[in-house]
């Protein structure tokens, strides 16, 4: 981070191809400002300033910048350092959005996104996570690059930046580029338009992404944008708007924008016969060999819909297209009765959209001053002396030298994405900072005969574009290395880590499980240290780590540079990396893997090889052709170096040994998997976890190596070598002979025998490069509105769109600070179960900025809170029931202070024995009551005469919600009448209300809950948002301040609950036709350490263990398991996702049983029209036929499944799965007085509305429905409504929003007031036809009508008794049903969803832009649920995943390939508001589909049923995903069973 050159420059004489890759966007592309000085097209390196001597001709090495050697250190180092310090400023000078900052002595551990926050009260970039995994506080920094005289642009996160390291740059946030007061950017506009902004939590920080790419790149291609957003999250919308808005600016890109055949996953058909007939590299994800080409050349007939499709329509049928012409493929047609339209396509959501032309020539300048060379920034040493902590910025290398020497201790910072992490969440604390970015001595690249020097600073982007460079420029077999690093940093991160973190940054830190370190360790690179007393010494990489993440580093010493050695002719390097999730994060398993091979003859290997070991045959020898004067290939070296499977990288010696010197043929799998077996022999309880997936990922990256060597010596074998030059081609002197277990080539006019694979194993060499998404939306509206301004159907984008898009949209942490304010820190409980026996706050208080602490002891009302039934604490008084818990709060100035000061609290435990788990609680029986139960007849009966049982277990993990705004109350005391005001993100006002007034011991009447918008909710913030608004109001009454509490992301993980895990036990006997006979099913849930709302989450399950089946008995019994965890909660879809996936588990069971289709079976037993279910409503409008028939017949499943059943008989390691899943979801909450909802509507003299209503904003885009409703009842536009929060005090009594039910209730209540207001209007329009809504207004005003009232609905004809099984719960019920094809790699788990069809039923929708957001939203939560997002739990109930690092919620690059959305047509609904359905959570267990594609893909590589899963978690990520293939790489490794006492010694504890 500087703005001084990253990399220094020097043309390149010798550049083969003059076009390096250009990087990903978002990323530190050069600025289209760049001079041509240096310019890729005139063949220079990509970063003019590194030193690129031709390596294969010594005598053009260049003169090593750094050989000045010892002397010049001891004599300079001190003398530089005097100077410098002599005339070093103390004041940080940047830019912020144009304006020139000058900070004199900033504190030196301040972040970038602190100060614009809190400093300059820039609230756009936020904070979602302060680890840089979220990429909330994206913003943008360019520096001007002085050698290579241009601007450079890069993104990086906010919440890493140190303030200090600011020092020269210019920094653009959110609000930099455009306001809806000013002029929207394009950017800001079009995510906006498009619906790409929910919630709006995330929206600045992608903004940002791409607004980055843009100024690098102001055309970029589909490619670029998908790739531009590895670095940031989005917890709502499901990421397909955001890149349809962004895709708006390829101006290419017509194909993929038109058609949705543009990536290839069209006609099933079609694609199965090229399956069949592929190439040996079939992988469609990669590259796709077969799909992309099929599609493109097989016309319109090719696409699967069919005549529909886009290609295929006369431009007519588009007359309601986009002026950009992106929605110009959007197929329009009526409806039977003629009253809707259906708008079928790609970006069909962008019809009659225009968006504002993106002109770059418009942009922000760069601050001209600070391209002066002579600038203070870049010429005088910057040196800030706070009263603990130094930030020196030297300016040469004499004087870092010596700063280090003076102070051993000092960190050197580059890019700070591991300093700030271990501040941050390690609580180290670093006195002496050096920031070394800058310095061109450490930014240089250069050349010798030993390879490619790298300087340590050079950043990692840097890094890539330069060896992606040398790979285009030098021969191919120098360069392997180089090749094996491009592809590991494409996955290392996201680009704004990687734009500022550093090559030493990485190697420094010493973490085991580093991308970059196998690949040096295995390349044989060397580390060039320096120290100002010792000089340099060189290090070879493989001895630098000490241990645990300790080094060879001497306290004065700092490392200068890395050398990357050229590969030699007949040497192969590859890299692996296996995480859970592709895009940014961090390895399971990494691997680097470097072999050189010689050509020997046959004879001599004969008489060489060594004698056979006992653990495998010798079989070295075996592939040595019988012709003695051919040549073998033999193994000269080998270095096989891995990360994640000790406590540093490592190499594997063993294997090694075991290795060289063998031929080179397929004996060394089964000879290396067995040593590789013995190097590392993790136990059962290695942190980390996941043991016996890491092992088989040891052996199967092994094998991967074997098979990429093969296929690169064959494709060497085609060429020779020129003495000079290196290998040529020489294909004609070469044989490849097909079918043989050979390649013969040549090798200096000698014969060589080398192993080929069988072809259908390639596809496990196959790197993923995942091509262009593709998607399209189905949707209705109306024809045309009796009144111009109704909008009620139309998809009308989210209110606050805008404004989220521009950092205008406040949130709670956004509000500014009262003068008086104080920090609330919440003092956590760090036991699960425990007496507490004394609290000590002595030392945090006397910390400074500290006001107090307040414990149970202090609290003015009463501590005992609870959303359901009152069994909760506010703050803990003698005893602890989880991690996580709350036992105080500590008030100081600042939030560092704060958190500082609740750290110092001392609390002594007792500890108690503690329930973990379900099965722990089992055992125990420690249960909540009530355990319900749903009977409909005598199940045992049912069972017993059933021709068919099966009997499993299930179990299912839970989830973290994820939301990216955390917990945030800001509460406000009043001095008169005991009243308070909270700010809070909560989706319940009132119990916020109603358990604040309790702890502060006043009515309801004194507090005021208010409520602006949320950053994301999804159950998460029903309840467990209350426990710190009580806490913080406790500490604002007694301290008589405001106080704010917004929780970090690693305590909000912490301590607010999850999901709840489910496990089941069940019987289901059936017909041997398949038709069901009865079902018995207990289920068990985590309740954790509170009641909440887990009785009513079990309900909600037991409402759906049938899912759409019409089961004849059935006995469900719900067990709420009280355990020691922090009390799990609401989540989408509240507990019926878990029962839904219990059904379709021993669904999948019962048809193996069978010997069945499962979808056949599912077919003859779905419900219909008038069938009673389990809990005795009738269904009526039942669609669950309609639904799945649809969702089958669009996604032409035969004939995909004819595709994979091809695809998996052509390839071994990769297959393909298919899978098709059903819902059904019950709308309205089960507790009956729940279902009620008020709504205030105030009309103002000038016509203007003032609209609330008692539900919540969290993203799902309620306010906007809501004002549509009210426009439509009064007749007036959306523009002249207005709603401004929800609050207590105006909405009283209000329900939590949830249970999908806000539009429903909410919008009758809207429609209730508008009602009665449209009643005492209607004398004043009779007497005035004419007249406008404001005259009519002003004519009711003269006359003393009141012009404001309430509204009030509440859901008619519900009610469930649970005793008896009786009554009604749902209003209505609403249906859907998917698709998923998937694609798994077999050896990793990897998976990658190649297609999606989801049909959901949503009635008439009120705004189908909206319903569309959250069908796409939900499903892609879902597939986080069921394929990604796992918890990893310490046996002693203390959370490992706390963070975006540990917890991967699905990213951009997760979503299926093809996604497609149809909003079930000609479906209405005379339950609900204007006909429409409610969407919120029944979309999200849709994505079981793809849990079971990957499961029917498991059982094609299995070639066998696959039972096994059922004990297992329903998470279905890699290392799940693998296991069960059963494999020669996984069998080694075999599970334990899931209540095998063995897990008890694990890391990690299923809970
Ligand atoms: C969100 C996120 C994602 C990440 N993903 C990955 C990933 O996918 N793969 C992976 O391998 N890593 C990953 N990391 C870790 C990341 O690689 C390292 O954090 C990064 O490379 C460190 O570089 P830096 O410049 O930011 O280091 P800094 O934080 O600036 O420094 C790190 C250490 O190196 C020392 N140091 C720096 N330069 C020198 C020098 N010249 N001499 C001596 N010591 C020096 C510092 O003093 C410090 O101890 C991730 C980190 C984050 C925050
Ligand atoms: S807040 Fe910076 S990346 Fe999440
Ligand atoms: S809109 Fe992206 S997180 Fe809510």
Known sequence: MSSHPRVHVHPHPHSRSPVPRHGGGGGGHRSHHASHHGSPRHGSAPHSGIMTPDPSNSSAVMEDAFAAGVDFYALSAPLALRKEEEDARTAVVFFVNGRKITEQRPEPTMTLLTYLRTKLGLTGTKLGCGEGGCGACTVMLSHYDHSAKRIVHRSANACLAPMCAMDGMAVTTVEGIGSTSTKLHPVQERIAKAHGSQCGFCTPGIVMSMYTLLRNNPNP??????????????????????????????????????????????????????????????????????????????GASSCPMGADCCRNKPASSANDCGTDGKAASVVVSASADGQRKTFHGPSALLVGLDFAPYDPSQELIFPPELMNSTHATNTRALHIQGETYAWYKPMSLPALLEIKHQ????????????????????????????????????????????????????????????????????????????????????????????????????IVTASPISDLNPIFMAAGCTLTLASATGGQRNVPFSKFYKGYRQTLLEPTEIMLAITIPYTRDFEFVEAFKQAKRREDDIAIVNAGMRILLEMVPAAQVQAAAPAPSSSSSNSSSSAASNDTTELVPVIREIALSYGGMAPTTVLSPKTSEALVNRVFDESIVQVGCAALAEDFPLGISTPGGMVEYRRSLNTSFFFKFYLMVVESLRERLLTDVDANNGPTDASD?????????????????????????????????????????????????????????????????????????????????????????????????????????????????????????????????SNHIGPAVIDEECFAETEVTCVGQVIGIVLAETQSEAQQAARKVKVEYEDLPAVISILDAIEAKSYYSPINKIQTGDVDAAIAAAEVV???????????????????????????????????????????????????????????????????????????????????????????????????????????????????????????????????????????????????????????IDNVYNIPVVRGEGFVCKTNLPSNTAFRGFGAPQGMMIVEAWMQHLAAALKMDVDAVRELNFYHEGDRTHFTQVLTDCHVEKTWKFARESAHFAERRAACDAFNKVNRWRKRGLAAVPTKFGISFTLKLMNQAGALVQIYTDGSVLLTHGGTEMGQGLHTKMVQVASRELGIPMSMIHVTETSTSTVPNTSPTAASAGSDLNGMAVKNACETLNGRLKPFKEANPTGTFADWVRAAYVDRVSLSSTGFYATPNIGYDFKNNIGKPFAYLSYGASVAEVEIDTLTGDATTLHCTVVMDVGHSLNPAVDIGQVEGGFVQGMGLFTLEESHWSQKGMLWTRGPGMYKIPGFMDIPLDFRVHLL??????????????VGEPPLFLAASVFYAIRDAVASARSSALTALLRSNASAWPASTTLPCLDDFTKPFPVPAFDDPVNKHRWNVVV
């Not at 061109?440 to 890094?463: F, K, M, Q, W």
């Not at 060896?467 to 592809?487: D, G, K, N, W």
């Not at 277990?953 to 109350?969: D, K, P, R, V, W």
């Not at 047509?1465 to 409610?1478: L, M, P, Q, T």
């Open 733 to 861: 002197g070469a044989a490849v002979v097909a079918g043989a277990s050979t390649v013969n080539g040549a090798v200096n006019g000698s014969n060589v025998a080398a192993p080929t694979a069988d072809p259908r194993a390639l596809s496990a060499t196959e790197r993923t490069h995942r091509p262009v998404s593709s998607s399209i939306q189905e949707y209705q509206r109306p024809v045309e509105h009796a009144n111009p301004n109704d909008q009620v159907g139309d998809p009308v984008r989210h209110m606050s769109a805008l404004k989220q898009a521009t950092g205008e949209a406040i949130y709670v942490d956004d509000i500014p600070r009262y003068g008086n304010e104080l920090y609330g820190a919440l003092v956590f409980s760090q036991r699960a179960h425990a007496n507490i026996r004394s609290i000590d706050a002595g030392a945090a208080l006397e910390m400074p900025g500290v006001f107090a602490f307040y414990s149970a002891k202090d609290i003015p009302g």
């Open 407 to 506: 102070h051993p201790h000092a960190r050197l910072v580059c890019g700070n994405t591991e300093i700030g992490i271990e501040v941050k969440f390690k609580h180290q604390i670093y006195k002496t900072l050096v920031s070394v970015a800058h310095l061109p001595e450490l930014n240089t690249i250069t050349h010798s005969s030993a390879g490619v020097r790298v300087g340590a600073s050079v950043t990692l982007t840097d890094l890539g574009d330069y060896m992606s460079h040398l790979c285009e420029t030098l021969p191919r077999y120098q360069t392997r290395t180089f090749s094996a690093i491009v592809e590991n940093l494409r996955w290392f991160a996201g680009h704004q880590i990687r734009n500022v973190s550093a090559v030493a940054g990485n």
């Open 1465 to 1478: 047509k000609d479906s209405g609904n005379e339950y609900a508001i204007h006909a429409s359905k409610a």
């Open 950 to 1104: 099966v009997e499993g277990e299930f179990h299912m993990g839970g989830q973290e919600h994820f939301y990216l705004e955390t917990q945030a109350t800001l509460a406000v005391p009043s001095r008169e009448d005991g009243e308070m005001e909270l700010f809070v993100s909560t989706q319940a006002p009132m119990k916020t209300q109603s358990m604040v007034a309790k702890v502060l011991g006043v009515d309801y009447n004194r507090v005021n809950c208010r409520v602006k918008r949320m950053g994301g909710g999804f159950g998460g913030k029903e309840t467990r948002s209350i426990y710190v608004s009580c806490a913080a109001a406790v500490a604002a009454q007694l301290s008589r301040r405001p106080v704010r509490i917004m929780l970090d992301r690693d305590e909000d993980m912490c301590s607010s609950g999850q999901r709840h895990p489910f496990h089941a036990k069940y019987r289901v006997g059936a017909t041997r036709a398949g038709k069901l006979c009865g079902v018995d099913v207990k289920m068990y849930s985590n309740g954790g350490n509170s009641l909440d709302l887990s009785v009513a989450v079990m309900e909600r399950a037991l409402f759906s």
């Open 221 to 298: 291609s589909p490619e670029l944008v998908e790739d531009a957003f590895q670095g940031n999250l989005c917890r709502c919308t499901g990421y397909r708007p955001i890149l349809d808005a962004f895709k708006t600016f390829c101006t290419d890109d017509s194909e993929h924008a038109q058609c949705h055949m543009a990536n290839g996953n069209g006609d099933a058909a079609t694609l199965a016969a090229a399956a069949t007939t592929s190439t040996p590299h079939p992988a469609s994800v990669n590259g796709d060999a077969s799909q992309p080409d099929v599609s493109v050349s097989a």
